[in-house]
């Protein structure tokens, strides 16, 4: 109490003596002040908030590698990329034809099949196995699975049904099966990430 | 605080004298829930679940304590610990059962709670504050129990982390990053395991925190009554103790009979058989469902299937399913009613009574599969849910014509008793 007296009594003494605009040395000291505090607080708050993104053991698995040797045509793998699940599918050429065959004007998700896939290897659909509605699992890439009434994939959660490009034909999803970024390193093996 | 004939607390042994003058701990205990804070003579049991929802709490941090002394918060080990916690550590079962049972008790009483609030306008000046620390802390419930539900690590903890936290990745241009910030990776895994851990044992205390201040608010102009009509005299109070300690006592009583009898002949009927399935990201649960305490605004989060202009329907969804509980928020500046009490706002009480069975309905759509009709079942319910808030309560609040107050409560506590010669009749608690 006597402090903040103290304080008072001499910043009216300064502002009576000098401060013509009524501004006293004493503001500008505690603005000054507090300001380089809250800088200083909100640069702590940086690596506070920013531990909590992917650390660099889970940034390190950013990226996957998969042998496509040995998935004949009609075949599909599950594998995994960035810890969810990720379908690796050889078309045969009557799934591509049928991919080809719709109007993409029509879809939801208009997109092609060549922009789902690499110039000149059309037949390896590369997609995530997340379903855009939820993020369940979608069936079809496994060996007798359902593939729903367009011959993708289909998600038992909420119905959506994928057709062989992978796009939402069917049900509540908004968006076509994510395909990530991946290029073929050989003939037989792709980097994906 | 409080009313001007509450009792003085006046310690008489020379020991509490002492520590009185030095920290005026027992003090302060006595004028928040003892002889020294006076409490309308005419609560009825609905009053009981503040209490009940603070015993709850202290049941949820006991045995929450001690699970997290037998856990393992690493995806390789969790769903084990959790295993052997029920079948190794001595009383690990009863612990368990107790935490996740407990956490259902706890949304039981505090719907109830809310119920009482609603129907008897306990969100009204002056006690705005009390409603908005209320939905903090029911928003803090949420965020820790959903959190609880994944340490197990079992198929639904799994899954519906990655549902909920798919909410976040609706949000046009930064969900994703903060889909991906809040797990910790680009799925839920060991970090997102971790830091829900860490969350989920420290916000029970951050919880214990805001009902403090949620009780000092309460306490500013006093508990709320079902009349609605404000204290006027000595005459309308009652000390909490011994008065409301021992009928919240007895309100305990039947609290934990019936947790007894769900905890020990079933403990599971609540709970998913999925999630004693260890966590596997590469199969889905054919049926992701929430706790039920979730159900109603899950129902409102499915609700949206088609896209409304620019906005897709999973962003819709999410929004609605926010803002159903964001609304609350705005209910003391919504109903402008000056009558507190349902029971003197005929109109209301119809509407009220269909709001709650809207939600009931929200509910039941919230944990059956997302296919007709409980799709259109859950539309129609949460538009009405909506439209109850900003539309309804709104046009009640300025054309219902409430029926005549009491005077006074004690006027109103001997009409009840059929005794209209209330000047003659002693205080009839005493």
Not at chain 1, 64 to 76: K, N
Not at chain 2, 181 to 204: M, Y
Not at chain 2, 379 to 398: D, E, G, N, T, W
Request: glycine content about 8%; proline content about 7%.
């Amino acid at each position: 109490m006597a402090i903040v007296e103290h304080v008072e009594s001499e910043g009216a003494a300064v502002s009576s003596g000098g401060g013509a605009d009524g501004v006293r040395r004493r503001d500008f000291i505690n603005i000054a002040a507090v300001s380089f505090a809250g800088v200083g607080a909100v640069a702590v708050v940086v690596p506070l908030v920013d531990q909590m993104n992917p650390s660099a053991d889970v940034l390190a698995l950013a990226s996957t590698e998969v042998d496509i040797s040995s998935i004949q045509p009609g075949q599909a793998i599950k594998t995994t990329f960035r810890s969810q699940p990720l379908f690796v599918r050889h078309l045969t050429d009557k799934e591509i034809a049928e991919a080809d065959k719709v109007d993409p004007s029509t879809l939801r998700d208009p997109q092609t099949l060549a922009e789902r896939t690499v110039d000149g290897k059309k037949q390896w659909l590369i997609t995530m196995g997340v379903c855009t509605h939820l993020g369940c699992v979608p069936l079809g890439a496994g060996e007798g699975e359902n593939r729903g009434e367009y011959g993708g994939y289909f998600c038992p959660c909420h119905g959506s049904s994928y057709d062989t490009a992978a796009r939402i034909r069917k049900g509540p999803a908004p968006k076509n099966l994510e395909v990530p970024k991946f290029s073929f390193t050989s003939d037989t093996a792709i980097l994906v990430g | 605080m409080s009313f001007p004939w509450a009792e003085q607390y006046t310690p008489k042994h020379p020991a509490m004298q002492w520590i009185d003058e030095k920290l005026p701990l027992p003090r302060l205990v006595y004028n928040a829930v003892g002889a020294g804070y006076p409490v309308p003579r005419n609560l009825n049991y609905f009053w009981n679940f503040g209490v009940l929802a603070g015993l709850a709490l202290m049941i949820q941090i006991v045995t929450g304590v001690i699970m997290a002394m037998h856990y393992g918060a690493n995806t390789l080990v969790a769903f084990g610990t959790v295993e052997q916690t029920m079948r190794d550590v001595n009383a690990g079962w009863l612990m368990r059962y107790a935490h996740a049972n407990g956490a259902s008790f706890f949304f039981i009483v505090v719907y109830l709670h809310i119920f009482r609030g609603l129907y008897f306008g306990s969100y009204k000046a002056p006690r705005e504050m009390v409603w908005l620390l209320g939905l903090v802390i029911f928003l803090l419930m949420m965020a820790t129990a959903f959190m609880g539900y994944v340490l197990p690590w079992g198929q639904m903890s799994y899954w519906g982390a990655k549902v909920i936290t798919g909410l976040f990745g609706a949000i046009p241009v930064v969900g994703e990053p903060i889909q991906t910030w809040l797990l910790g990776g680009f799925a839920p895994g060991n970090a997102s395991l971790n830091r829900f851990f860490s969350l989920h044992f420290l916000l029970p205390f951050v919880i214990a925190a805001v009902v403090i201040l949620h009780i000092w608010a309460l306490h500013i102009p006093g508990s709320s009554n079902p009349t609605g009509v404000e204290v006027k005299g000595p005459q309308d109070t009652v000390p909490f103790h011994p008065y409301y300690t021992a009928k919240d006592g007895f309100g305990a009583g039947v609290f934990l009979i019936l947790f007894a009898v769900l905890l020990f002949y079933a403990p599971n009927y609540l709970g998913h058989p999925d999630n004693y399935i260890e966590a596997n990201p590469l199969s889905t649960p054919a049926h992701i469902v929430p706790e039920w305490y979730f159900w109603p605004f899950y129902a409102i989060l499915r609700a949206f299937t088609v896209d409304f202009f620019f906005i897709p329907a999973k962003l819709l969804g999410v929004l609605a399913m926010f803002a159903s509980i964001l609304l609350l928020f705005f209910l003391p500046w919504l109903d402008t009613s000056p009558v507190r009490s349902g029971s003197y706002r005929p109109t209301f009480k119809k509407f009220f009574w269909i709001l709650i069975i809207d939600v009931l309905i929200l509910g039941y759509c919230g944990g059956a599969p997302a296919a007709e009709p409980y799709v259109m079942i859950s539309q129609v319910a949460a538009a009405y849910y909506f439209a109850h808030f900003l539309i309804i309560l709104p046009l009640i609040s300025r054309f219902e014509k409430p029926l005549p107050l009491p005077n006074s409560i004690t006027e109103a506590v001997l009409a009840n008793h059929g005794r209209t010669d209330g000047e003659t009749v002693a205080v009839p608690a005493e």
